[in-house]
């Protein structure tokens, strides 16, 4: 069993910046391939960004250059790094470990509005 706790969410202008975190416990955190995926309104949740437990990230194409995924095993956290903000960027932002299975957080609202 994982648990995982995002942070770092809130309302932010356009062309702004936000670190979102999500803290794990619960199983070895080095063996999971983490991500950030996001569920607007009235849309399916679709992915952000992954990283590997070796490292290896991906990116959706909506995000690159403007979104960064890294992580810190020494933390158990990985964090999604996002600049640039953009209205349509808005959604709540879930974290995800997988490993044989997947396991959610709770998610964090990012509104970005002026």
């Known amino acids: 069993q994982v648990q995982l706790v995002e942070s770092g969410g809130g309302l932010v202008q356009p062309g702004g910046s936000l670190r979102l975190s999500c803290a794990a416990s619960?199983?070895?955190?080095?063996?999971?391939?983490m991500g950030w995926y996001r569920q607007a309104p009235g849309k399916q949740r679709e992915l952000v960004a992954t990283?590997?437990?070796?490292?290896?990230?991906n990116t959706a194409d909506s995000v690159k250059g403007r979104f960064t995924i890294s992580r810190d095993n020494a933390k158990n956290t990985v964090y999604l790094q996002m600049n640039s903000l953009k209205p349509e960027d808005t959604a709540v932002y879930y974290c995800?470990?997988?490993?044989?299975?997947?396991?959610w957080g709770q998610g964090t609202q990012v509104t970005v509005s002026s």
């Open positions: 990283i590997t437990s070796g490292g290896s990230t």
């Open positions: 995800n470990a997988h490993r044989f299975t997947s396991y």
């Open positions: 619960g199983s070895i955190f080095s063996f999971y391939a």
